[in-house]
C-alpha cells in the first residue's frame, strides 16, 4: 500500500479540502427526504455560504446528470462554505478551525506529487466540567482509500494533538444512520454519550438566533 501521512492543513490546502466537502455534500439527500423529519438544511443556511450543510443531509448515492445532482450541486454554494470563508476562518488570524489531511505520498520515480484524500476538521471548545476539550466536526475519505485505516489515522492524530494542548476529552457527533462510522469511534474507544447518558444535540438556526437577538 502507498504511504499516508497526516499533517496539518496549510492554506494552500483549501481548494482540495473544498473540493472533498463538497463531494461529500454532494453524496447526500435532504433530510427532508427521509420520511417523518421535516426540516431541510438549506434552507436554515446563511446566504454567505456558512457552515452547517452537512448535518441536515443523510447518504444516498446521485446518479450524474439527473435533475436531482443538478439541482443538489446549485445548492452546494449555500450548503458548504466558499472558498475565500474557508481560506480567512482556517487561516486567519483568530482561526475558527483546524484541519488535518490525509495525503498519499507517490512513491519515488511517480512524476506526480501527494495526492489529498482525505480531512478531518476540528476546533478546540471548552467545559465548565472538564477543561479543554476538542472537537471533531468533520472527517471525511475518499470512498476508493476507505477500509485502510486513514481514518483512523486522523482520529489518532486528533487524539495526539487534544494531548499535546492539555485537552481532556475529544468529542464528536455522529448521525444515527452512520452505523460504521459509529462502530468505528466505538471501536477507537469512544464512548457514545447517547447511550450510556441520554444527551440531545441542540442548535439554534439563523432565524431563531436573529429572534433571540431582536436583529
Ligand atoms: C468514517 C470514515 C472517515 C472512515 O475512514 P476510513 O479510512 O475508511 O477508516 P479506517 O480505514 O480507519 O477504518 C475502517 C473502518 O471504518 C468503518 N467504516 C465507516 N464508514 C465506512 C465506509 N463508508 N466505508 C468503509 N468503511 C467504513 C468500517 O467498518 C471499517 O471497519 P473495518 O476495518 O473493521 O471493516 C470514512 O468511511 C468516511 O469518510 N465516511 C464518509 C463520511 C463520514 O461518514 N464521516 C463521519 C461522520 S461525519
Known amino acids: 500500500m502507498a504511504s499516508v501521512r497526516i499533517r496539518e492543513a496549510k492554506e494552500g490546502d483549501c481548494g482540495n479540502i473544498l473540493r472533498l466537502i463538497r463531494v461529500k455534500a454532494a453524496g447526500r439527500k435532504p433530510v427532508s427526504q427521509r420520511g417523518s423529519v421535516k426540516k431541510v438544511g438549506a434552507q ?11 448535518e441536515g443531509w443523510a447518504p444516498q448515492a446521485v446518479a450524474p446528470g439527473c435533475a436531482h445532482t443538478q439541482a443538489l450541486f446549485l445548492s452546494l454554494s449555500v450548503t458548504t462554505p466558499m472558498s475565500a470563508a474557508l481560506r480567512a476562518d482556517g487561516f486567519g488570524e483568530n482561526p475558527f478551525y483546524h484541519c488535518l489531511v490525509a495525503e498519499i505520498l507517490p512513491v ?108
Request: aromatic residues 14%.
Open 108 to 215: 519515488p520515480g511517480e512524476p506526480h506529487g501527494p495526492c489529498v484524500v482525505g480531512y478531518g476538521l476540528y476546533y478546540f471548545i471548552y467545559s465548565t466540567w472538564t477543561g479543554r476539550n476538542v472537537y471533531l466536526e468533520d472527517i471525511y475519505v475518499k470512498p476508493e482509500y476507505r477500509g485502510q485505516g486513514i481514518g483512523s489515522k486522523i482520529i489518532k492524530k486528533v487524539a495526539e494533538v487534544a494531548l499535546d494542548k492539555g485537552c481532556s476529552q475529544f468529542r464528536l457527533a455522529v448521525l444515527d444512520w452512520n452505523k460504521r462510522a459509529m462502530d468505528l469511534y466505538k471501536a477507537l474507544g469512544a464512548q457514545d454519550l447517547t447511550e450510556a447518558e441520554g444527551w440531545h444535540s441542540f442548535r439554534f438556526e439563523r432565524e431563531a438566533m436573529r429572534e433571540l437577538a431582536g436583529k
Open 44 to 54: 436554515h443556511l446563511g446566504p454567505d455560504g456558512g457552515w452547517g450543510g452537512s
